[in-house]
C-alpha cells in the first residue's frame, strides 16, 4: 500500500509543480518582476511549505533530530542534487543584481545559524524568533528593490482592465492551489517513505538528513525540472537558494518558536558533533559552488554541477555508511 500512495504523491507532486511554475511566471511578468525574484520568493515560500511542516511537527512531537536534520540535509540535497540538475543540463546566464539579494540573505543567516548551534548546540525561542524576523526582512526588501519603476502605470492598466484583473486572480488561486497539493503530495510521500525505510532497517538517525530530506525537496526538484523544460532556468536557481534561505529562518525559526530542540548527538567525531564538522560546513560548501561562478561572471557551468554530483553521492555514501552503522 504504501509504495501504491508513494506512486500517486509523484504524479500530484510533478502535476501540481507544473501549474505552481506556470502560475508563479506568469505572475512574475505580469508585474515585471525577475525570474530569480519570484524564484527566491513566492515559489521558495510554496515549495518549503513540506519542509516547515515536517520540522514544525516534528519539534512540538519532540522529535528535535528530525526537524535538525530536515533543514540541513534538504539544503544539501537542494543545492547538491536539484540545483545541480539545472547546472548539468541548463547552463548559461543569470542575472547577477537580481542573484545577489537572496545569496547575500542566505549567508547572513547561515552565519547566525552557525552561532546558534556551536555556542548553545540547541535552537531556542529567542533564536527562532531572530531566524524569523530576517525572513520578514528579507520579503519586505525583496518587493521594495524589485518591482520595477513602472509599475504604477502597469497597475493603473490593470484597474482598467477587467480581464488582466481575472488573469491575475486566476493564476494567485492556482499558485495556493497547487502549493496545496505539493505540500500534501509531499508529506505522503516522506510519511510511506519512511515506513518503508523503517521496514528494511534503515535507522531513523539517517532518515531526518536523508529520506525526508530528499522528500521535502522534491517539490524543489519537480519544479526544477520544469523549469529547464519550459526554459526558466533562472526561476529554477531563484527558487533553489530561497528554499535554502527559508529552510535556515523560516523552518528552523518557526520550528524552534513552536519547539525549542537540541541538536542530535547521534554521532560523534573525536568528542564533537558531526554535524558541526561535516553537514554544517558542506551546506556552506555546496552553497559556495553554487553562487561564486554566476555572482563573479554571470553565468553557470556545467562543471559546478558534476562537481555538486559527486558531493552529494559522497555525503549519502557518509550518511550511510558512517551514521547509519556507527
Known sequence: MEFVLIIIGFVLLIKSSDFFVDAATDIAKFFNISEIVIGATIVSIGTTLPETMVSVT????????????????????NTALIAATTLVFAPGSVNK????????????????YVIFAVLFNRFDRISGFILFSIFIIYVCYVIKTNIKEDVKEHENNIEKNDDNN?????????????????????????????????????????????????????????????????????????????????????????????????????????????????????????????????????????????????IYGLFLIYQLKFIGNP
Open 58 to 77: 516534528s519539534a512540538i512531537k519532540g522529535h528535535g533530530d528530525i526537524a535538525y536534520g530536515n533543514v540541513l540535509g534538504s539544503i544539501i540535497c
Open 166 to 310: 481575472f488573469l491575475v486572480l486566476k493564476s494567485v488561486l492556482i499558485l495556493v492551489g497547487s502549493a496545496i497539493v505539493i505540500a500534501i503530495a509531499s508529506n505522503m510521500l516522506v510519511d510511506n517513505g519512511t515506513l518503508i525505510a523503517r521496514r528494511y532497517g534503515v535507522p531513523e538517525s539517517v532518515i531526518g538528513l536523508t529520506l525526508i530530506a530528499f522528500g521535502t525537496s522534491l517539490p524543489e526538484f519537480s519544479t526544477a525540472i520544469t523549469s529547464i523544460i519550459k526554459g526558466h532556468k533562472n526561476l529554477s536557481i531563484g527558487n533553489v537558494i530561497g528554499a535554502n534561505f527559508l529552510n535556515i529562518v523560516n523552518v528552523t525559526g518557526l520550528a524552534a518558536i513552536f519547539s525549542p530542540f537540541e541538536l542530535p548527538t547521534s554521532k560523534m567525531i573525536n568528542g564533537i558533533n558531526s554535524s558541526l564538522i561535516v553537514d554544517i560546513p558542506l551546506v556552506l560548501i555546496v552553497m559556495l559552488i553554487l553562487c561564486l561562478p554566476p555572482l563573479f561572471e554571470g553565468k553557470t557551468k556545467r562543471w559546478q554541477g558534476i562537481l555538486l554530483y559527486i
Open 97 to 112: 543584481k537580481s542573484l545577489k539579494i537572496p545569496v547575500t540573505f542566505f549567508f547572513v543567516s547561515y552565519f547566525l
